[in-house]
Nanobody, 119 residues
Framework: QVQLVESGGGLVQAGGSLRLSCAAS????????MGWYRQAPGKERELVAR???????WYGDSVKGRFTISRDNAKNTLYLQMNSLKPEDTAMYYC?????????????WGQGTQVTVSS
């Protein structure tokens, strides 16, 4: 089992920045992919960014050039740096991890952290 705990969400004005963190614990050796999903009210949960155990990254079109995913293996922590935030980025953000690099779907979920961007 793997436990994921997110932090760093909050309220920010459009154009601002936030950094999300996800602390992982448990059977981390089994994980090949980690990433961030988000879900806005009335919308489906979507994959925002992911990173493999080798460090390769993938981003959704809506966040390319604005968000950066990274990981600190020594701290077992995943990050999502979000810049130039837009009101449409408002959503619950979930940390995800899995044996598949694609994490579609992931094997493990965090509890979520709310990000609200005001116009």
């Amino acid at each position: 089992q793997v436990q994921l705990v997110e932090s760093g969400g909050g309220l920010v004005q459009a154009g601002g920045s936030l950094r999300l963190s996800c602390a992982a614990s448990g059977s981390i050796f089994s994980i090949n992919g980690m990433g961030w999903y988000r879900q806005a009210p009335g919308k489906e949960r979507e994959l925002v960014a992911r990173i493999s155990s080798s460090g390769s990254t993938w981003y959704g079109d809506s966040v390319k050039g604005r968000f950066t995913i990274s990981r600190d293996n020594a701290k077992n922590t995943l990050y999502l740096q979000m810049n130039s935030l837009k009101p449409e980025d408002t959503a619950m953000y979930y940390c995800a991890a899995g044996r598949r690099v694609t994490i579609r779907p992931p094997d493990y979920w965090g509890q979520g952290t709310q990000v609200t961007v005001s116009s």
